[in-house]
């Protein structure tokens, strides 16, 4: 679970300086774009991924001993 955690909020960070790098200088066009389709998405995934990593209280001890079957 520490290998997700540290994964998306490095994916977190990365996404959110290239966000507001092309947000604060004047890059070329196409480096605007690469923003806008690759790296938006990556930080909205990577927010729902650290949401869901960190289990709340009532479901800690359940996600220790039952392994995640689905819904």
Do not use: C, H, Q
């Given at each position: 679970?520490?290998?997700?955690?540290?994964?998306?909020?490095?994916?977190?960070?990365l996404?959110?300086?290239?966000?507001?790098?092309?947000?604060?200088?004047?890059?070329?066009?196409?480096?605007?774009?690469?923003?806008?389709?690759?790296?938006?998405?990556?930080?909205?995934?990577?927010?729902?991924?650290?949401?869901?990593?960190?289990?709340?209280?009532?479901?800690?001890?359940?996600?220790?001993?039952?392994?995640?079957?689905?819904?």
């Open positions: 679970m520490n290998k997700l955690k540290a994964g998306s909020l490095t994916a977190l960070i996404s959110a300086t290239g966000i507001i790098y092309a947000l604060l200088f004047n890059p070329p066009a196409w480096v605007v774009y690469g923003v806008a389709i690759f790296l938006i998405p990556v930080f909205i995934l990577s927010l729902g991924i650290l949401s869901m990593a960190t289990p709340e209280k009532d479901e800690a001890d359940e996600r220790v001993n039952e392994p995640f079957i689905g819904y």
